[in-house]
């Protein structure tokens, strides 16, 4: 009797085994990592500023800590200031706003208030800052937003412009535009508009533009303005379909990404010759690439890259990028961590 | 001799014995594989060609035929559909998204027409139309008839998708990779799938370049329309670069994943492909190359803006479009 229980006991238990192995055959793609919960593959020098889900992480050498920012909406695209600290965005569902945060991640100041609709009820009245760059200079902070735009229900036009305003001195951003800010950029509307602005220390303005072909689709060239009233030059064809422009530090040292209208992209760099580009460079071929971003010496690039089969995004280097001989790709964060791809990484000497 | 009745005796016991016991084995280790896939069966008795079910609408059409088996060379010829499942529409669904797929498993080639849903076209109801009302006046069968009357083209499958078996499956599969061709934006986006006001809008926003999405952010990516310089033909862009993406991650699927996609998917899925079919379509989409992938979108001059009625439609030029869907398609038998 004793034996024919514990038959039937193995019995069922072979079936649990069954069932419970094609549980362990199926391919759960697993949670992305925390950066912060990893090591970092590559130690760099000074401090690298990323977006995970919402929030900063700072990594120096070994360590990674996340910045205690107020919780509520996602912390992203930083970008460092002379002093070490942050310029953030804070986005939420239907807008974002500008932050000046400590490197602890204390808010010193909140630079804009985008969200209209919480007293007026009108959500098209909230407004998108984004893509924060500081001049060379360290005076003014250039943005993306998308003002002006219509009255609500008068159009569907959203689209992005490009303006600077003064780091010192308070501005809002309505409807009509940004008072207190000077206006850089005209969109061509419905393609999104005008984007990822990078203030060059000759004072011209870098950035990417979106433009309607005429024949079905919407591409994007680097666009260079030497004033906020001179027409765009674009420095790339529609073809090359290239943005995410960054410049190094030397201030002609340019790094961009280029999909030739496909759905991968390539990494490309090249030189800005006066107010033309010399020819690029493809540094990474054939990648999922966005955000590149260039260290405080402007001899290393740091991009955002799905290289693993996993599909993670995660923040690689390059040393000596804009040389003749670059160095391998190297990714920094361990392949288990998946980074805001769209939120470039900022780096601080300090 | 008798002790050799004896012996033989037991020994047919013990076979007898052993094969129960074999038996059960079978049976437990079976009815663990059945439980492990019962939420696939449902799904294939529910929602798939296992069983035949029409979908939506009232009318009646013929049954849509589909064969046992994928061929691993022929090629056949898949009708997607995509609908605005949520409840303004009280189970009878327009299709926001058609897109016409030809797979060549022999070639490993893949091409992917979008037509667009403000098509004006002869229903298969014999009343003039906008093409995605065919879904609605007699479900898939209707669709499948408009398209293969109206194009001139043979359709062998279709599967049909609402909006959050779309999130779902998506975030079941943890998430697709895609390159955003530009700013995504849309003020008057409906916010219809979070349970309030199936007719209030919300402000959305996806960003350029190559990024992780999650199920949400990507429908966003395939519905939002209103700030488009093409409009629906964008959208229709958009629509086949999730699917392209989506074919990226039917390489890490297996047999195994089934049945979690299958309650993923719960009602915001039907087709006439058997969930054998389904599996087998699985490693052919996996192993086509991005650049065995051609997309066709019917842009002007195929089609024409106009106003009719009051409503905005495009009509087509059948005399551009049938020879262009000729080339890639096999004409209706």
Same mark, same amino acid.
């Given at each position: 009797?004793?034996?024919?229980?514990?038959?039937?006991?193995?019995?069922?238990?072979?079936?649990?085994?069954?069932?419970?192995?094609?549980?362990?055959?199926?391919?759960?793609?697993?949670?992305?990592?925390?950066? +912060?919960?990893?090591?970092?593959?590559?130690?760099?020098?000074?401090?690298?500023?990323?977006?995970?889900?919402?929030?900063?992480?700072?990594?120096?050498?070994?360590?990674?800590?996340?910045?205690?920012?107020?919780?509520?909406?996602?912390?992203?695209?930083?970008?460092?200031?002379?002093?070490? +600290?942050?310029?953030?965005?804070?986005?939420?569902?239907?807008?974002?706003?500008?932050?000046?945060?400590?490197?602890?991640?204390?808010?010193?100041?909140? %630079?804009?208030?985008?969200?209209?609709?919480?007293?007026?009820?009108?959500?098209?009245?909230?407004?998108?800052?984004?893509?924060?760059?500081?001049?060379?200079?360290?005076?003014?902070?250039?943005?993306?937003?998308?003002?002006?735009?219509?009255?609500?229900?008068?159009?569907?036009?959203?689209?992005?412009?490009?303006?600077?305003?003064?780091?010192?001195?308070?501005?809002?951003?309505?409807?009509?535009?940004?008072?207190?800010?000077?206006?850089?950029?005209?969109?061509?509307?419905?393609?999104?508009?005008?984007?990822?602005? %990078?203030?060059?220390?000759?004072?011209?303005?870098?950035?990417?533009?979106y433009a309607n072909?005429?024949?079905?689709?919407?591409?994007?060239?680097?666009?260079?303005?030497?004033?906020?009233? +001179?027409?765009?030059?674009?420095?790339?064809?529609?073809?090359?379909?290239?943005?995410?422009?960054?410049?190094?530090?030397?201030?002609?040292?340019?790094?961009?990404?280029?999909t030739n209208s496909g759905q991968t992209a390539n990494l490309e760099v090249a030189t800005l010759e006066g107010n033309a580009l010399g020819t690029p460079r493809v540094v990474v071929a054939n990648c999922l690439c966005n955000a590149p971003s260039w260290s405080p010496t402007g001899d290393n690039l740091l991009y955002m890259n799905a290289a693993d089969t996993n599909g993670n995004f995660g923040l690689w280097y390059i040393a000596h990028a804009g040389g003749t001989h670059p160095g391998a790709a190297r990714r920094v964060t361990d392949s288990s961590v998946d980074l805001d791809a769209t939120s470039a990484a900022t780096w601080s000497s300090r | 001799m008798r002790r050799r009745r004896a012996s033989l005796r037991s020994g047919r016991q013990r076979a007898a014995r052993g094969s129960f016991v074999v038996a059960g084995f079978l049976v437990s280790i079976i009815t663990g594989v059945l439980l492990y896939f019962l939420p696939a069966i449902q799904v294939a008795l529910r929602d798939t060609g296992q069983v035949n079910t029409s979908l939506g609408g009232s009318a009646q059409l013929k049954p849509v035929s589909a064969s046992e088996h994928l061929s691993a060379t022929a090629p056949f010829t898949l009708l997607l559909l995509g609908s605005d499942s949520d409840s303004k529409f009280k189970g009878a669904f327009l299709t926001q998204s058609m897109i016409l797929t030809r797979v060549d498993p022999a070639t490993?080639?893949?091409? %992917?027409?979008?037509?667009?849903?403000?098509?004006?076209?002869?229903?298969?109801?014999?009343?003039?139309?906008?093409?995605?009302?065919?879904?609605?006046?007699?479900?898939?069968?209707?669709?499948?008839?408009?398209?293969?009357?109206?194009?001139?083209?043979?359709?062998?499958?279709?599967?049909?998708?609402?909006?959050?078996?779309?999130?779902?499956?998506?975030?079941?599969?943890?998430?697709?990779?895609?390159?955003?061709?530009?700013?995504?934006?849309?003020?008057?986006?409906?916010?219809?799938?979070?349970?309030?006001?199936?007719?209030?809008?919300?402000?959305?926003?996806?960003?350029?370049?190559?990024?992780?999405?999650?199920?949400?952010?990507?429908?966003e990516y395939v519905r939002a329309r209103h700030d488009d310089a093409y409009g629906d033909f964008a959208r229709s862009q958009r629509q086949q670069q999730i699917l392209i993406a989506l074919r990226a991650k039917t390489k890490h699927i297996s047999l195994a994943d089934i049945p979690s996609l299958a309650t993923s998917l719960g009602s915001d899925f039907q087709t006439d492909m058997s969930i054998g079919q389904l599996s087998g379509l699985l490693p052919i989409a996996g192993s086509v190359p991005l650049a065995s992938i051609t997309q066709v979108v019917l842009l002007p001059p195929y089609t024409i803006s106009q106003y009719l009625g009051g409503q905005a439609v495009l009509m087509p030029d059948w005399s551009l479009i049938r020879p262009e869907v000729a080339k890639y398609f096999t004409a209706a038998s």
């Open positions: 009797m004793r034996r024919i229980a514990i038959l039937i006991a193995l019995m069922v238990a072979s079936g649990l085994v069954a069932n419970r192995a094609l549980a362990v055959l199926q391919s759960h793609p697993t949670a992305a990592a925390l950066v +912060s919960s990893t090591s970092p593959q590559v130690r760099l020098p000074g401090t690298i500023y990323v977006s995970q889900e919402g929030a900063i992480y700072a990594i120096s050498g070994s360590e990674v800590r996340r910045l205690a920012l107020p919780s509520g909406g996602d912390w992203t695209q930083p970008r460092v200031l002379a002093d070490g +600290s942050l310029l953030v965005v804070r986005r939420f569902d239907a807008y974002s706003d500008l932050y000046h945060v400590s490197t602890a991640g204390r808010v010193l100041s909140r %630079m804009t208030s985008d969200d209209p609709a919480t007293s007026n009820q009108t959500l098209q009245l909230d407004h998108w800052v984004l893509w924060p760059a500081i001049s060379p200079d360290g005076t003014a902070v250039f943005f993306a937003t998308d003002a002006p735009k219509p009255a609500p229900k008068q159009s569907y036009e959203v689209d992005f412009s490009l303006w600077s305003a003064p780091l010192s001195a308070a501005f809002t951003i309505g409807g009509s535009g940004v008072n207190g800010g000077t206006r850089w950029s005209v969109p061509d509307l419905y393609t999104g508009g005008d984007i990822e602005p %990078m203030p060059l220390p000759n004072g011209s303005l870098l950035y990417s533009s072909t005429g024949k079905g689709t919407v591409v994007t060239v680097i666009g260079l303005q030497t004033n906020p009233n +001179s027409a765009m030059r674009a420095l790339t064809t529609p073809q090359q379909d290239c943005g995410a422009p960054s410049v190094a530090p030397d201030g002609v040292t340019l790094a961009m990404v280029c | 490993k080639h893949v091409t %992917m027409l979008s037509i667009p849903r403000d098509l004006w076209v002869r229903l298969c109801t014999g009343s003039n139309g906008k093409i995605d009302q065919a879904f609605l006046h007699g479900g898939a069968q209707c669709a499948i008839q408009t398209v293969e009357r109206d194009l001139r083209v043979h359709v062998d499958y279709y599967a049909w998708i609402g909006l959050q078996g779309l999130v779902s499956v998506i975030n079941e599969l943890g998430g697709v990779n895609v390159v955003a061709n530009n700013p995504v934006m849309d003020d008057y986006y409906p916010a219809d799938l979070s349970g309030g006001n199936p007719f209030d809008y919300q402000r959305i926003l996806v960003l350029p370049g190559a990024q992780h999405m999650s199920g949400t952010l990507a429908l």
